[in-house]
T-cell receptor, first 116, second 115 residues
Framework: DVKVTQSSRYLVKRTGEKVFLECVQD?????MFWYRQDPGLGLRLIYF???????EKGDIPEGYSVSREKKERFSLILESASTNQTSMYLC???????????????FGPGTRLTVT | DAKTTQPTSMDCAEGRAANLPCNHS???????VYWYRQIHSQGPQYIIH???NNETNEMASLIITEDRKSSTLILPHATLRDTAVYYC????????????????FGKGITLSVRP
């Protein structure tokens, strides 16, 4: 079974702190994603990565950066946390392309971040 | 990617079939229909996908109309653990490395399975 793990289920940080969210997958997937989920807004893509050291902006990259130094690990960084970044953060991974280009995404359990 | 429309919520009795509808009237010929679900406090879970033919796996069946403008996810024998938000997503196939293969999740349909 594919396993995607996230470093914390719950996290509380103060405004202005630098925050690191870690995601690890154990299936040698090329693609990794960071989404955030907010009530009424669904899941929105922050960044994705298709290879080590490769990253692309998603729909809402402002205020975030990412790092992928190893294939299995994808980190989301909040350089200076703000209250509007309080949210559920979900990491996902998938193979690249896949059979017929329809590779499903496997999600981690999520990190609920509260910025006070 | 085409937009999908789902009812807000529905319920069904435990042990009965749950039929979850989805409209995607603007779907293109190269777009697939995916279903995911999200149980409370967990990440989304892939269920099934299809292009034009009906599909079945160990979790569910997917019925796509001939004109592909709508589909139905069928959970044949719903259990209490199937209570979740179910998302119908339409997306083109992504074949090449580096392409943005993001999934766009709408609000989904909340399925409540009652004892």
């Amino acid at each position: 079974d594919v396993k995607v793990t996230q470093s914390s289920r719950y996290l509380v940080k103060r405004t202005g702190e630098k925050v690191f969210l870690e995601c690890v997958q154990d299936m040698d997937h090329e693609n990794m994603f960071w989404y955030r989920q907010d009530p009424g807004l669904g899941l929105r893509l922050i960044y994705f990565s298709y290879d080590v050291k490769m990253k692309e902006k998603g729909d809402i990259p402002e205020g975030y950066s990412v790092s992928r130094e190893k294939k299995e690990r994808f980190s989301l960084i909040l350089e200076s946390a703000s209250t509007n970044q309080t949210s559920m953060y979900l990491c996902a991974s998938s193979v690249s392309g896949g059979a017929g280009g329809v590779a499903e995404q496997y999600f981690g359990p999520g990190t609920r971040l509260t910025v006070t | 990617d085409a937009k999908t429309t789902q009812p807000t919520s529905m319920d069904c009795a435990e042990g009965r079939a749950a039929n979850l509808p989805c409209n995607h009237s603007t779907i293109s010929g190269n777009e697939y229909v995916y279903w995911y679900r999200q149980i409370h406090s967990q990440g989304p879970q892939y269920i099934i996908h299809g292009l034009k033919n009906n599909e079945t796996n160990e979790m569910a069946s997917l019925i796509i109309t001939e004109d592909r403008k709508s589909s139905t996810l069928i959970l044949p024998h719903a259990t209490l653990r199937d209570t979740a938000v179910y998302y119908c997503i339409v997306r083109v196939a992504v074949y090449y490395t580096g392409a943005n293969s993001k999934l766009t999740f709408g609000k989904g349909i909340t399925l409540s399975v009652r004892p």
